[in-house]
């Protein structure tokens, strides 16, 4: 694990933190923090063995928030001096002097014990920018030229997203805080054509919160086995073109994580975020069917549904030691035993709800710029896999199926403004025929409703067949906040769930 780095430490955040909360504190803020933020990004894109482009980004500046008169005020801004800090905060109190007009209910903050100068860094072996744009271009190059060597593949490219992002908080209450996060995002795709249709096969590597290890470095470093799946995904793609297209229907599904992911994230993720419960937050396709008045009683799922929110879990894109608000991070359950029983937090949705969390927030604070107002964020909430005995691998809960299909990796997907009516489709869907696989359909996607998917869960996959997905661009708030989040989950199968053949509802 490599330590905080020496050119952000290096930056006066310390000196105007203290001159911007100490004029919030003169000026009579009830509460006011402070957050220093340093987010750099770095973008490569390669397309049939030619770079396409590569880029750097950096954005730097600082925001103070405040409580004053019982209402939030916040401001910005990126010169590094003590005057722009105390001006900054002059503003924000300025702010909070006209919201207080127009604010019924006054804000309140959760409690929270004082956590005074720690520190955190994520984990990983190889920081990605030490690593020359020359070496990572020409992974990227490679694995393009060995995808288009299958005959099926007419195009391939590949792509590198790396973010390094710092943090300093501080506020009145003493809590201050130094972080560093590093997450990567490698991937490729293929695709290819036929006489009736032209499709793709990606990567299902997830993205992670590790280094450049995660790319070049053995299996015990965390690397993903890209050799096996640059063989197996030519093939593949082969083969899916010359498919036949799904029968639609009730149809039972084993459900690989690349794929089980994405439907964790839309149908539990944003539905228990407890802003959107509440009817607080409804942008980015809105609000949520399970509202507080439901906690404790409604059957999200099955009994085997156990579900956790996690921002501590090694490797996780929304890990991070304490929040931006200065909360320390934990884990929680969120369905346990097929029944809801918690909700993310954050300090003001904390204090709305105080049976929840013993009246504490589960530290679900995020901004993702020093520009932008920090917002109640997904954690990593994750799918818990059967620790029993006797789990069941990815092979005997096939073996369970008479007729069915495997459904392995992310496509596009489709979910209401309730979180409640969804439809998903995915990268490869495999006929299972009396518990084995008999090759590839295609045109698949798979539709139901939140609580009748989850009713339908009949297994859950040991911890072996546990992996953690996610992605970099959960999206939420206006304007708009982009977020990263991991999803962790086993492979499981559902009863019964219906299936839906695209090609005929396109009306193709």
């Known amino acids: 694990m490599s330590g905080l780095d020496p050119t952000f430490l290096a930056l006066p955040y310390r000196a105007l933190g203290d001159a911007a909360l100490e004029r919030a504190r003169s000026l009579g803020a009830s509460h006011a923090d402070f ?44 010169v590094p001096t003590v005057a722009e800090a105390v001006a900054v905060a002059e503003r ?40 020359a744009v020359a070496d990572k271009a020409a992974v990227l190059i490679d694995w ?114 690349s794929n089980l992911w994405l439907t964790i994230h839309e149908s539990i993720g944003h539905a228990t975020e407890l802003d959107r419960a509440l009817g607080y937050e409804a942008n980015y396709a809105g609000t949520s069917f399970a509202t507080p008045g439901l906690l404790g009683t409604l059957r999200y799922g099955s ?40 909700y993310q937090l954050d300090r003001p949705m904390a204090a709305m709800l105080p049976e929840l ?61 309730q979180r409640f009516n969804f439809q998903f489709t995915g990268q490869r869907f495999f006929r299972i025929r009396d518990g084995e696989l008999r090759g590839q359909v295609r045109d698949v996607a798979y539709q139901a409703t939140t609580t009748d998917f989850w009713g339908s869960l009949e297994a859950v996959g040991g911890p072996d067949t546990w992996v953690l997905g996610g992605a970099f661009n959960c999206g939420k708030a206006q304007p708009g906040q982009v977020a990263a989040v991991s999803h962790g989950c086993p492979t499981s199968l559902f009863r019964g769930v219906n299936v839906l053949n695209t090609r005929s509802e396109g009306g193709l």
């Open 92 to 131: 924000a109190i300025a702010v909070a002097e006209v919201a207080a007009r127009m604010t019924t209910r006054e804000v309140e903050l959760a409690p929270e014990p004082v956590h005074d100068d720690v520190t955190w860094v994520s984990s990983y072996r190889r920081d990605p920018w030490e690593v």
């Open 357 to 417: 969390n013993d009246g504490r927030s589960n530290g679900c604070a995020y901004a993702d710029s020093p520009g932008h107002l920090q917002i109640q964020r997904m954690a990593n909430v994750s799918l818990e896999p059967d620790h029993g005995p006797d789990p069941a691998s990815t092979t005997d809960l096939i073996a369970r199926v008479e007729d069915g299909l495997y459904v392995v990796g992310d496509k596009s997907w489709s979910i209401d403004m």
């Open 144 to 257: 393009t030229e060995r995808l288009r060597r299958g005959a099926a593949v007419d195009h391939a490219r590949a792509w590198l997203l790396q973010v390094q992002e710092n943090k300093y908080y501080a506020d009145t209450a003493g809590t201050r805080t130094t972080q560093q996060r590093v997450r990567l995002e490698p991937g490729f795709e293929a695709m290819g054509s036929s006489a009736d249709t032209v499709d793709s096969m990606s990567s299902i590597a997830p993205p992670v919160g590790r280094g450049w290890e995660y790319v070049v470095g053995s299996a015990q470093d965390g690397a993903w086995d890209w050799d096996a799946e640059l063989d197996e995904v030519p093939e593949l793609l082969a083969e899916k073109l010359k498919a036949p297209s799904v029968q639609a229907g009730p149809t039972d599904l084993v459900i690989h994580p």
């Open 35 to 78: 957050r220093f933020e340093r987010v750099r990004s770095q973008q490569l894109s390669v397309r049939d063995g030619v770079l396409q482009g590569a880029g750097d980004t950096e954005d730097l500046g600082f925001a103070v928030r405040v409580v004053h008169r019982g209402a939030w005020g916040f401001a910005a801004g990126v």
């Open 303 to 342: 009994p085997v549904m156990h579900v956790t929110g996690d921002r501590t879990i090694e490797h996780g894109l929304a890990t991070i030691g304490y929040d931006d608000e200065g909360v320390a991070t934990q884990r929680w359950d969120i369905v346990r035993d097929g029944v809801l029983v918690g």
